[in-house]
């Protein structure tokens, strides 16, 4: 069987979308690698800052990571923009539908009024309400929406700042598009997470947390600045992390 039989659906029986369900299964394990191939269309977009879209993007991410940030929000910020390419009126809306099966309730939140939040920066301007983000604060999100705008987004224009490149993040992104969809124990509705993590590392022992395990792994010692290339993790590895540095979620 190479194709349904049917032409319109209703005419479909259980082969067709048994067979349908096969391809749709297969063609959404490559979701990961279309969002970082659509990363980099974003060097195309809208110019006029002194970095790119997909410089500002790499940016947010890595403040994320220098925070300590979990793998929700470093993945979160790293996606935050991408909508800009096809959406750019409801970039953030695009960018939160994508995000919204995969991360956490908080993070999907917070990406998609991001642009509502960030006009407290620059609405006066372009006579635009500064104070939108106003009728959110009830939200129970409300506090970690402004504290991403203000540490993640509106302050990634800087060109001199280090930035990590993409092939940094891609496993990271690999890894939250890789789990379920909709899964309850990744969506966790009303969990808050914080978005930064000031614990020392753990010292001599494999490390729980999944970011500062890596670190470990990549040979840097607590307190050492991690460098801004990823290394080459061994074949095995196939890209990723071992597993035993991975945060159950």
Request: overall charge negative.
């Amino acid at each position: 069987m190479e194709t349904v039989k049917f032409t319109q659906m209703k005419d479909g029986d259980r082969e067709d979308y048994a067979f349908l369900t096969e391809h749709e299964t297969e063609y959404a394990a490559g979701t990961a690698d279309r969002l970082l191939a659509a990363m980099i269309e974003l060097d195309k977009s809208l110019s006029g800052y002194k970095v790119t879209r997909l410089g500002h993007s790499l940016q947010a991410a890595t403040r994320a990571w220098n925070a300590g940030a979990d793998i929700d929000w470093v993945v979160s910020a790293l996606l935050h923009d991408i909508g800009d390419i096809y959406a750019p009126y409801n970039h953030d809306e695009y960018a939160a539908a994508i995000l919204r099966p995969f991360v956490r309730e908080q993070c999907a939140w917070v990406v998609e009024k991001h642009g509502d939040f960030q006009l407290i920066y620059y609405g006066e301007h372009v006579g635009a309400n500064p104070h939108k983000r106003d009728a959110f604060r009830d939200n129970a999100y409300f506090d970690d929406c402004a504290e991403f705008c203000e540490k993640w987004d509106q302050s990634s224009f800087d060109p001199d700042y280090p930035t990590r490149p993409l092939n940094f993040f891609a496993p990271l992104v690999r890894e939250v598009f890789a789990r379920k969809s909709h899964d309850p124990a990744v969506v966790r509705p009303g969990m808050r997470i914080a978005m930064s993590d000031t614990r020392p590392p753990p010292s001599g022992r494999a490390c729980s947390d999944w970011r500062r395990g890596w670190d470990i792994f990549q040979g840097i010692a607590p307190g050492q600045s991690r460098p801004l290339v990823l290394r080459r993790l061994p074949p095995q590895f196939n890209g990723q992390p071992p597993s035993r540095f991975r945060r159950s979620i």
